[in-house]
Structure formats: structure tokens, C-alpha cells
């Protein structure tokens, strides 16, 4: 092995490492605003909230541009003790700061800033922002020593502190679970239960007697009463994945449990007090499902008490490193080897985008694992799950059916195939298929009941 190998360090197994909250620094950095001057936009204004300002015509940006010229994720302006930061992000017409293209610079006193057909106006205020940053680059199973994770630890340790509710935004696979688990472990109710509630997953005719429970003879096959998850955790965290999946008939029960701290069994006429803190997390922008009527706005408002967004891996590749580290550890300990990898591959996966975030690392490492023939890895980054089609033939019969009904049918035989396919691969162990699948374990659950 050389010198510039990167290590995972072997620790003996079964002992489950606990992280403590980490100690805060303050970064201080120039107040701005910024206004549209130019383009479809023209007078839109908005002043820095955080830690990055990010501009494109995605939904998801802190400013959204409704400019055609704008690509989806233009650039963002960083906060540093030096100054502000403008990046470009890989956006199609680039942007100019006065008169010169920039990719990467740091931002004079006042500006103007084109991207497309879009001018905009930077201006810094005399006051600084102080943003406060961790010093460790770990929290819970969370790992990341780019700014932008430190200062996302910083407030997941501050929210976890209080009861407030909290909105976890972030793209598929970037660890939206991971943040919740954090924000219950370093809160006071560590050592009551922790639920997960997968509601992209579970049937819509029986999520809200998983939810809230329901009493003997509510409904067809209710011989005996049963506690929802919600009771179940009672002094603890139900972590509410995909938020936005949530039917419209039940966003109510969830706004009046949040509010009154209360539950309603189905087919029950009194309700119940319970003591649970509900975190969610959702990979769409909510505030586009409420202006859609898709989602109620004051269960919206009452979730975002505090909105904590994840990044995606492409914008702190500097993290790749340490998640690499991170990974061989785990992969070594399990397998009892010390794997190792090559600078070289090290340097490759620093530059690639990884559309499927952390997740997706995680899989090529442990990829490279399993079919290495020694310690020493080689990694593969164009290996892609294959794309399930329905054949042509198969697909012309869809068109004979409604909407609807064509979209139920062709995602009930993806979802059969592909889970039936993937527990083959893994012998049958739900654990290890729903950890593949990127689901919860419960969710697969309720999936595999479904198709059967």
C-alpha cells in the first residue's frame, strides 16, 4: 500500500459508538440583500437567512427565478469569515458579476449579479450575521466537516434541545432519517421509543388505524381495539417520513395531535392525550402542495416550526473523504478486513455528483467491497440499476384504462417485481432488501402484505 491509501479502522464489533453533542463556534459574515432588477422577477427582494442563499428556478431555491434562462439550480452565495462567496452551479448560461463571468469569487460591497435574463442587485449591510457552526464533524450517525453539515448539526443541537416541531427538507438519500434520529437522541426523550412512519408506503386504507389505532368493530376485521404507532411511542419520537404523502382526510388528525396533544381512535367517539414529539421530513416543497391544495397550510406552518434543509452531496464534495472513511470502517468491522482505498479512487469519487447522495456512496463502497478479491478497492461509478420498463405490447393495454387506474396498475408491478427480485438477491432477509431499497424495514413491510 502507499502512503496516500485511505483507511477504515477496525473496532471490535457489537459495540454501537455513541456521539455527544459537539461544541458551537459563531461565524460572522456580512449582512446583503438582493433584489431582481431585471427579468420576469423584477422587484423581488430577499435578505440572507442563513448559512447559503441558493438562486435557480427549481421550487426548492431560497429565490426562485421564473426566468427560462435560469437553469434549475443557478448558483449560491456562501457566508465565510472572508466574505461572501458566490458558486456557479453547473448552470447552463452562467453567471457574471458587473461585466466579468465568474464560476467561483468572492462578492465585492455591492454588485450586480446576471444570471440569464436575469439581473439582480447585491448590496451588504453594515451589520454581520452570526451563524453558529459545530467544531466536531460528526453528530449521531451524521458526518460532515464542510460548513454547511456543521452548521446544520449546530441546529438539529439547538432544536433537539426544546419540543419544537421540525421540517427535515432534503433530496432522497441524503439522510433525512439519520437527522431525525439525531434530533431524538440529543433530546430529553432519548429513552423513549423512536417510530418511523414511512407515508409514502403504507396503504391509504389503513394508515390512519396504523397511525391513531382504532376500537373493536371499527371497521371489518377489527375483532379486538389495538394502540396506533402514535400511542406506542408515547414519551418519545414519531419520526413522520414523506410528509407529503400524507392523504388530505388525515392532515387534520395530524394538526389536532400536534396541536392538542391528543388522539382519536378510528371508530372511537372520545379522544385521548398523548405525550409524542412529531419531527417530518419530505423530498417535495411543500409550499408548492398547499398552493396546489395538496397539503393543508396550517399543518404546513405548524410542521415548519423549524425547517432544517439537507444538502445534497454534490454541493460539499469536500465531505466525500471522511463518508469514505466513514464507510470502510463500517464494511471492515463487519467483514473483519481492513479495506483500504487508493488515492486515485478517492480522487474519482471527490468529482462525481452523486445523484443518489450519501446513500448512493455508501452502496458503491460497499459494493467494492463485496466484490473485491482482497483488501485494496476499486470502485465502479457507472454502474446503475437497470431502468424497469413495460414492454410495448404489455403497455398498449394501459391505454384502455383510466388515468388513474393505468398508474395504480404499472407502479403495482414495478413494486412486485422489483421487491420480489430484490429479497431473492438477499436471500429473503427483509432487513438487508429494505436497507438496499433505500425504504424502512416497516414499510417493506406493509408493501409485501400489500402484494400479496
Not at 124 to 153: I, P, Y
Not at 204 to 229: D, N, P
Not at 276 to 292: F, G
Amino acid at each position: 500500500m502507499d502512503g496516500n491509501d485511505h483507511r477504515g479502522p477496525v473496532s471490535d464489533g457489537g459495540t454501537r459508538t455513541v456521539f455527544l453533542a459537539s461544541e458551537v463556534e459563531r461565524l460572522s459574515a456580512p449582512s446583503f440583500d438582493l433584489e431582481v432588477v431585471r427579468g420576469p422577477d423584477k422587484g423581488t427582494r430577499l435578505s440572507r437567512e442563513g448559512l447559503i442563499l441558493r438562486v435557480g428556478s427549481a421550487p426548492d431555491n431560497d429565490l426562485v427565478l421564473a426566468d427560462d434562462t435560469v437553469s434549475r439550480q443557478h448558483f449560491r452565495i456562501e457566508a465565510t469569515e472572508k466574505g461572501n462567496r458566490i458558486t456557479d452551479l453547473g448552470s447552463k448560461n452562467g453567471i457574471l458579476i458587473d461585466s466579468l463571468a465568474v464560476a467561483d469569487a468572492w462578492l465585492p460591497p455591492s454588485c450586480r449579479i446576471t444570471a440569464g435574463n436575469t439581473q439582480l442587485k447585491y448590496k451588504e449591510g453594515r451589520e454581520r450575521v452570526d451563524l453558529e457552526l459545530t467544531t466536531g464533524s460528526r453528530l449521531g450517525e451524521l458526518v460532515g466537516s464542510s460548513s454547511q453539515m456543521r452548521h446544520l448539526f449546530a441546529l438539529i443541537q439547538r432544536v433537539a434541545r426544546t419540543d419544537a416541531t421540525a421540517l427535515v427538507e432534503g433530496e432522497s438519500g441524503t439522510g433525512k432519517e439519520l437527522t431525525a434520529r439525531a434530533i431524538h437522541d440529543l433530546s430529553p426523550r432519548n429513552n423513549g421509543p423512536f417510530e418511523i412512519v414511512d407515508c409514502s408506503a403504507i396503504p391509504e386504507s389503513i394508515i390512519e388505524s396504523e397511525l391513531f389505532g382504532h376500537v373493536k368493530g371499527a371497521f371489518t376485521g377489527a375483532v379486538a381495539g389495538r394502540k396506533g404507532i402514535i400511542e406506542s411511542a408515547a414519551g418519545g419520537t414519531v419520526f413522520m417520513d414523506e410528509i407529503g404523502e400524507l392523504p388530505l382526510a388525515l392532515q387534520g388528525k395530524l394538526l389536532r395531535l400536534i396541536e392538542r396533544r391528543e388522539v382519536k381512535a378510528v371508530g372511537s367517539d372520545t379522544s385521548r392525550e398523548v405525550d409524542v414529539r412529531i419531527p417530518a421530513a419530505t423530498n417535495r416543497n411543500l409550499k408548492e402542495e398547499v398552493a396546489q391544495g395538496h397539503f393543508r397550510e396550517d399543518l404546513y406552518y405548524r410542521l415548519a416550526v423549524v425547517k432544517l434543509r439537507i444538502p445534497p452531496l454534490r454541493e460539499r464534495p469536500e465531505d466525500v473523504p471522511q463518508l469514505v472513511d466513514h464507510f470502510l470502517e463500517q464494511f471492515s468491522r463487519r467483514d473483519k478486513k481492513r479495506y483500504t482505498l487508493p488515492h486515485s479512487e478517492l480522487s474519482r469519487l471527490c468529482t462525481w455528483s452523486f445523484p443518489g447522495n450519501v446513500r448512493e456512496l455508501r452502496n458503491v463502497i460497499e459494493r467494492a467491497c463485496l466484490l473485491s478479491d482482497g483488501v485494496e478497492l476499486d470502485v465502479d461509478l457507472h454502474t446503475r440499476p437497470p431502468v424497469i420498463q413495460p414492454g410495448v405490447p404489455d403497455f398498449d393495454h394501459y391505454l384502455s384504462l383510466p388515468y388513474k387506474d393505468a398508474k395504480d396498475a404499472i407502479v403495482s408491478s414495478f413494486e412486485e417485481k422489483y421487491w420480489t427480485r430484490l429479497l431473492d438477491l438477499c436471500g429473503g432477509n427483509i432487513s438487508e432488501a429494505a436497507r438496499r431499497g433505500g425504504i424502512h424495514r416497516k414499510s417493506l413491510e406493509y408493501l409485501l402484505k400489500k402484494l400479496k
